[in-house]
Each structure stands twice: as structure tokens, then as C-alpha cells.
């Protein structure tokens, strides 16, 4: 649990296909609406979709955790992937993490509304340039 109260789940058996890698000695930029830095030391990539449930139907707040911390991307368009929530949550075409950051080791927090009527969350990731990767994915009732 996190110092707002979150509980923190490690979620590997959530996702197919892909791998983790954790990067403990990493220095995250971390801002109010991030999260801890611990959570982006470790991502998943590779992977082509994430399914979490059984759970109520109802309204959600999804908020999907990225962090650039590949050595590898150094620029715009390193890395860039397609994800969609399902259900009503919009399909998202040509994310590409370090663009929106403004760089590496900076965090980027996406809400995404949905309302799950198949009691799960599924979330599915296209590659177009490298592979896709997430750092963390919080999954919260709507009040």
C-alpha cells in the first residue's frame, strides 16, 4: 500500500505474452498525479492485452502508468503503440510515451473512463514502433 492508500498488486498472470524487467536504480520524475517512483522501476513490454476480473459490473476509472525507462528510446517516436480499453474506453493510435513525457523517467497517468458490463477490465496494446509497455495499471470504482 502507498502512502495515498493504494494497495499494489503485482499483475504478471494479468497480461498475455510479453516479459517484465525491473530497473530498481532508475531516478524517476514523479509529480502529484503520478503515483510512487517504485511503481515505474519495473515495466512491462510486449505485451498484446491485459484482462482483470472477475469484478462488478459498473463504472470504472482505469488509469493506465507509463514511464519511458528504456535506454534505448532517446528521442520522439522510438516508441510507438496503439492500446484500447474495452467497452466504451476510446482506442488510443500512435501513443508514443517519451513524446508525451517530454522525455525518459517522466511519467504519463491516462484516465480512462469505462463502464465494464462483461465483469472484466481488457485492455489491448498493437505495436507499430518497438514494442508496447506499461508500467502499471490502477483500476478504480467511479463514485
Request: charged share 25%.
Amino acid at each position: 500500500m502507498d502512502l495515498q492508500g493504494v494497495k499494489w498488486i503485482h499483475g504478471s498472470s494479468f497480461f498475455a505474452d510479453g516479459s517484465v524487467i525491473e530497473r530498481p536504480d532508475i531516478a524517476i520524475e514523479t509529480n502529484a498525479r503520478s503515483g510512487p517512483a517504485a511503481i515505474y522501476k519495473a515495466e512491462r513490454y510486449s505485451m498484446t492485452k491485459f484482462s482483470y476480473g472477475p469484478i462488478e459490473n459498473g463504472d470504472y476509472i482505469v488509469k493506465l502508468h507509463f514511464c519511458e525507462t528504456f535506454e534505448g528510446i532517446t528521442e520522439n517516436g522510438g516508441r510507438v503503440f496503439s492500446y484500447t480499453v474495452k467497452g466504451d474506453g476510446p482506442e488510443v493510435k500512435d501513443f508514443d510515451v517519451f513524446a508525451t513525457a517530454g522525455g525518459a523517467l517522466k511519467p504519463v497517468v491516462k484516465t480512462v473512463p469505462v463502464t465494464v458490463t462483461g465483469h472484466k477490465v481488457e485492455i489491448e496494446f498493437v505495436p507499430q514502433v518497438e514494442n508496447p509497455q506499461i508500467n502499471a495499471i490502477e483500476i478504480s470504482r467511479k463514485d
